[in-house]
């Protein structure tokens, strides 16, 4: 159930909510506030969210990863090669895009829209935000992937037509 929950929470933001930071509702909303670059707010704003979905992530890695230690060595059934590894790889990317990307796009981000420094650094600041929010994006959805592999790994181990019991 935990790999359900954290599939949809990555499905949501990553196709939902994500995306309308950048729509033209958005943009309205900061234009009528009277913001000159708009797209500097929904920016912003977007970094917010960002932040709390990557705790939200590293939660439900936790909780998923603690529960398979408790399957391992309390209940003494054995985990997946598969469920590891594709669990693992979903939090790495978690905790590479949380800990190095998101401070890395903000400065970057900041960088970008600073109207006291020069044409050129704000330029080359907007270059670099656009090569790490593309593989950030793409650490994304090797998670995304990953965590798809997990659920339906999570259901045929359970029986696949029924609740799951058990993770595996």
Not at 29 to 54: D, N
Not at 103 to 113: D, I, N
Not at 126 to 148: D, E, P, R, T, W
Request: contains cysteine; glycine residues 10%; aromatic residues 12%.
């Amino acid at each position: 159930m935990l790999a359900g929950i954290w599939l949809g929470m990555a499905v949501f933001f990553t196709f939902g909510a994500g995306p309308m930071f950048f729509r033209e509702p958005m943009l309205a909303v900061f234009k009528q506030a009277g913001a000159v670059e708009p797209k500097q707010y929904s920016g912003m704003a977007a970094m917010l969210i960002l932040e709390r979905y990557f705790w939200w992530h590293l939660a439900c890695g936790a909780g998923f990863m603690s529960l398979l230690a408790c399957q391992r060595f309390l209940v003494r059934e054995s985990v997946g090669k598969a469920t590891l590894v594709l669990s693992g790889t979903v939090v790495a990317m978690g905790l590479v895009s949380g800990l190095y990307f998101q401070p890395r796009l903000h400065l970057l981000h900041q960088q970008k829209y600073d109207s006291t420094l020069s044409a050129g650094v704000r330029e080359t600041a907007g270059k670099q935000f656009m090569a790490a929010h593309g593989i950030s994006q793409s650490a994304n959805l090797i998670a995304l992937f990953c965590l798809v592999g997990l659920f339906v790994a999570c259901w045929k181990d359970n029986g696949g037509d029924q609740p799951a019991a058990r993770i595996n």
